[in-house]
């Protein structure tokens, strides 16, 4: 009986103690298993993408040759509109920065050039003259009479070079711009079809970037009414629709990384369309997209805590005046207002252009100079 019990009890106890002894050796393998460097998990695919996606793209280059085409008909047909002093425009991304619709800035610098490099062309050649006379008279000197005979003979053909140059040089000069209507259209007509092959060259980049199906449907068949008004040789109408083609230039815009807010473009449209209504004799519609006017700039202003009040004010101001003329249908009065609030808006660009180019240049000397600081401790470290 004794014997019995006693190995029962040894029995339960190598028992207990084999399971101490497995649980003890189960710890301290998953202590191990823990402490040992776990790999990070790779990002996912998606993710990558989807933070490449977020990030737009630089406009491609048909966008602002598109725009060129767009405001090239506009200017053709001023004469033809009788819309010559207070015109609609469309300006381009790159022209954004400051410079106004006509280009009399770059125009005036080009000229001072053309002055600087004739000026110091002249004085070049007045001194290879002077070189050039010393050099005869010391050869007169030597050579007597049939040296001075065979100047003679120079000094004719240079001077009928010379007369034969001046004959032709007011005929080059005299090639006026084409004013007959027809060669207008004819103009016009070639750069409908380059507006065309810009799209074409365009739409891809476009529908890359995420452009919904009804925007490129709406742009493709307002393209094809400005082809039409063109074709029909009808100045106003197709002012307006050329007008209606540049109104989708801001969605088109906001696809892509924008120098300055694509709404301006949305204000400049609405404007010139007030314009072209005022011309037409449409005082609803002219008064409609004085409305809408309105609700795109009340949306932009506070995206410009960074610019001069006194630049807003002065745009608000503008805009009050514009709406008071245009209900008393006062069409010239109304034309003039229009044109004022058009220069504010282009000011307004100006500066921001101005603004958004100085960041982007301090952005570029931080770097340069975070880039000069890390490669100084590098070589000290060394």
């Not at 007030?274 to 004085?290: E, T, V, Y």
């Not at 100006?350 to 301090?362: A, D, E, I, L, R």
Request: with cysteine; proline share 5%; aromatic share 4%.
């Amino acid at each position: 009986m004794f014997k019995d019990k006693r190995s029962s009890h040894w029995s339960l106890r190598s028992c207990i103690s084999l399971l101490v002894l497995i649980v003890f050796s189960l710890s301290i393998f998953g202590l191990g298993c823990s402490l040992m460097p776990q790999k990070s998990p790779a990002p996912s695919k998606e993710n990558s993408t989807g933070n490449q996606s977020n990030q737009k793209q630089k406009p491609p280059e048909e966008l602002e040759t598109i725009i060129t085409n767009l405001n090239s008909i506009t200017q053709a047909l001023l004469v033809q509109a009788d819309m010559t002093n207070n015109p609609p425009e469309q300006v381009s991304p790159k022209t954004q920065g400051g410079t106004n619709q006509t280009g009399q800035s770059s125009q005036g610098t080009s000229e001072q050039g053309q002055k600087a490099d004739t000026g110091t062309k002249s004085n070049s050649q007045g001194d290879q003259s002077k070189d050039q006379s010393s050099q005869s008279n010391k050869d007169s000197q030597n050579q007597g009479s049939q040296t001075s005979g065979d100047q003679s003979k120079q000094q004719d053909q240079t001077g009928n070079k010379q007369q034969g140059q001046q004959q032709s040089q007011p005929s080059n000069q005299s090639q006026p711009t084409p004013t007959d209507p027809k060669q207008q259209w004819k103009t016009i007509e070639q750069t409908i079809q380059e507006l065309h092959r810009n799209w074409n060259s365009m739409e891809p980049e476009v529908i890359k970037a995420g452009a919904r199906p009804e925007l490129i449907a709406n742009f493709e068949t307002q393209l094809t009414k400005l082809t039409k008004e063109v074709t029909a040789q009808k100045a106003l109408p197709t002012l307006i629709e050329d007008n209606e083609v540049y109104k989708f230039i801001p969605d088109f815009e906001g696809l892509f990384e924008a120098k300055v807010p694509p709404e301006l473009h949305r204000l400049r449209y609405h404007i010139n369309a007030i314009l072209l209504k005022i011309k037409a004799g449409d005082w609803p519609s002219a008064k409609s997209h004085l409305d809408k006017l309105k609700e795109e700039w009340k949306f932009l202003q506070p995206r410009l805590e960074e610019v001069d009040t006194t630049l807003i004010s002065q745009f608000d101001f503008s805009l009050s005046d514009l709406e008071t003329v245009l209900q008393k249908k006062e069409s010239q009065l109304s034309e003039i207002k229009a044109s004022i609030v058009l220069s504010n808006l282009r000011e307004l660009e100006s500066k921001m252009g101005q603004k958004q180019t100085g960041q982007t240049q301090g952005q570029g000397q931080n770097q340069g100079k975070e880039q000069s600081q890390e490669q100084d401790n590098k070589q000290k470290q060394q």
